[in-house]
């Protein structure tokens, strides 16, 4: 049990024994504080809204009359020793010397596995998920859009899994479809197979862009990109040649990038996997009398409710070839076969909303259920992500941007400490700041809300300071934004670099001091606030986690992640331990020990590699 569902449980059972209901039907309703700088807060929180929602209390009183009846009715004891009515909600503080060993015994005795242990996920519904990410188009640059997509899917499968849930990570390339026939034509008459074998990408994408130039103005290469594509789903053995060598050379410099990323995929799938099944699926939409064919002779599915054509989406060429939904319904039906999934998640750009929300509403149509537990992930597009020597072409050229521009701060830094390989760590942080940086939202539309059937999400948030210097990180997760490379590599404020800066330095102080976790430790040695504050933020892990996995929405933990950075900044500084009594110093490691744990935790589910010097 995590130590905040112990204080949880404690209070729950005051609420059963003067409502005359369980224990359980107070749980989730109960909420950990969030730290308050200007003053000493109480740890948790009851909306008395909540029980009158649930149908706990009667409806017809005064609010804030049933709010202080009912906390006059609850006793203080050994684990609550203080409870108070506010407005509409009830405050309980713990007792402090409780607070300080249970949390941390529990940080001792769990270590990774803090925080998800907690009852709170006990209603989730653990099986298989599937997340389809990433997935670029082969042959054509990775773009920062699928740097997007990268980052959030991998936070998502990450998240799933410390949860419990079997994740199959699925990267389904864009490895079929027309442009595959613009590509064949154009390599045709401007491939050069040395060019090839020596800078795979960057050759096949200059083919690619002339060819594209080159059929604006002559149908003839139209016509030809039309006639390789059908002479690839024909299965014609030269075309499929070329095909095949195009696939491999792109997947095996993917592979390197997403190496660097510290991604990993356990399959590698793409449209060219569904060709012969999306045929299947448009005789099976035949067979159902959902297939209807128009005058200029394509095929399509009614969408419309009223079966009046006045929504519809094409699914066959007509030419009989397959289009881009055709294979991802093969797809979706295919992963259902072979692994039985509770639910599939798929991350791409916002663009493609009404493509998700079409294959949803034609598998229902098909009499796919389970589709209702599909769902797309949409974000926003990042602008201005250029290196110094222009626009990115290749996703390779951002990694090394970030760790050359890293490096460089590192070299100029005084508190840089010495290392054997720092390459790597600026690798590292670098990538950090990436992951931190590239889903920053715009604070200018901060008064929008979220929309709840949309999971509008971006990995992080912008620090934005209102006239009175408060952080909002309210807004529209899906909305475009700058990059901003200078912002991003900072060591201050909230950024990527500030989070491994601090794990750093946590690490710095265990190396040289121990954690604090050999033999007893005195609690009341940590009733300062500071040490009181980082405690009390702690309980809200399991909070956030919980958040988190019900929308997919990864700011509940970026959030949580700076707050414990800057409290314990702030305590590294005020509670030092060289100098300090041996009990004493014993404690408070315990303590910064327990805080890098949890960090890293975090840091590991969003994706990024905590360092231990830089």
């Not at 005051?14 to 005359?20: I, M, V």
């Not at 803090?114 to 640059?141: H, R, Y």
């Not at 419309?304 to 989406?313: F, P, T």
Request: proline share 2%; charged share 25%; aromatic share 10%.
């Amino acid at each position: 049990m995590h130590m905040a569902c112990y204080f949880r449980r404690s209070i729950a059972s005051k609420l059963s024994r003067a409502l005359g209901r369980s224990e359980d039907a107070f749980i989730s309703a109960l909420c950990a504080i969030p730290v308050s700088k200007k003053q000493q807060s109480p740890d948790f929180r009851l909306s008395v809204n909540t029980l009158l929602r649930n149908g706990i209390l009667p409806t017809n009183g005064d609010l804030q009359a049933q709010t202080e009846a009912l906390a006059s009715q609850l006793k203080q004891d050994s684990v609550v020793e203080e409870i108070f009515a506010g407005r509409g909600v009830i405050h309980f503080r713990v007792s402090r010397n409780l607070l300080v060993q249970k949390v941390l015994e529990q940080l001792c005795q769990e270590r990774h596995k803090f925080g998800v242990k907690s009852e709170l996920f006990d209603g989730l519904k653990k099986g298989t998920t599937v997340v389809e990410f990433s997935s670029p188009n082969i042959a054509k640059k990775f773009h920062a859009g699928h740097l997007r997509s990268t980052i959030i899917g991998n936070f998502i499968a990450n998240l799933k899994e410390s949860l419990g849930n079997n994740v199959i990570r699925v990267n389904y390339l864009g490895d079929w479809g027309m442009q595959f026939g613009l590509l064949g034509a154009g390599f045709q008459l401007f491939g050069c197979q040395e060019k090839l074998k020596k800078n795979p990408l960057q050759h096949l994408f200059d083919v690619y862009v002339q060819v594209n130039k080159e059929a604006e103005n002559n149908e003839v290469i139209g016509q030809a990109a039309r006639e390789f594509f059908r002479r690839l789903e024909q299965q014609e053995h030269q075309a499929l040649l070329l095909w095949k060598q195009f696939r491999e050379i792109t997947v095996e410099e993917y592979q390197q990038v997403y190496k660097r990323l510290g991604v990993h995929f356990d399959i590698y799938s793409g449209e060219s996997f569904h060709q012969q099944q999306a045929q299947e699926v448009v005789q099976q939409l035949q067979r159902r009398g959902l297939l209807k064919t128009t005058e200029k002779g394509t095929g399509v599915v009614d969408l419309s409710s009223a079966g009046d054509m006045s929504s519809y989406s094409t699914v066959l060429r007509s030419d009989g070839t397959s289009l881009y939904i055709t294979r991802d319904l093969a797809a979706a039906i295919d992963r259902k076969e072979r692994y039985n999934f509770d639910e599939m998640i798929y991350v791409t750009d916002k663009s493609q909303g009404i493509h998700f929300q079409q294959l949803f509403q034609i598998l229902l149509a098909m009499g796919h259920s389970w589709a209702e537990r599909c769902q797309h992930v949409p974000f926003g597009l990042v602008q201005g992500m250029k290196t110094r020597l222009g626009e990115v072409v290749f996703l390779e050229d951002v990694l090394d941007e970030a760790r050359a521009r890293m490096l460089r701060n590192m070299s100029q830094s005084k508190t840089t400490k010495e290392m054997v390989y720092p390459e790597d760590t600026a690798e590292k942080v670098g990538i950090s700041a990436l992951i931190v940086q590239v889903n920053k939202f715009d604070p200018t539309l901060k008064n929008m809300t979220y929309q709840p059937n949309i999971l509008f999400f971006k990995l992080t948030y912008l620090l934005y300071e209102t006239k009175n210097k408060q952080r909002d990180f309210k807004g529209p997760l899906g909305s475009d934004y700058k990059f901003d490379w200078d912002r991003i590599l900072q060591a201050q404020g909230d950024t990527g670099v500030f989070l491994q800066y601090t794990h750093a330095r946590l690490c710095s102080l265990i190396h040289r001091y121990g954690d604090g976790e050999e033999g007893a430790f005195d609690p009341s040695l940590l009733l300062d606030q500071r040490s009181i504050s980082i405690l009390q933020h702690l309980l809200r892990y399991d909070e956030v986690l919980y958040q988190s996995v019900q929308d997919l929405q990864p700011k509940h933990l970026v959030n949580f992640l700076m707050t414990l950075s800057h409290l314990a900044a702030s305590a590294h500084r005020e509670l030092p331990v060289k100098g300090s009594p041996q009990a004493v110093a014993q404690a408070r490691l315990r303590l910064f020990g327990g805080v890098c744990t949890v960090l890293a935790n975090g840091m590991k589910i969003l994706g990024i590699t905590p360092v231990e010097k830089m």
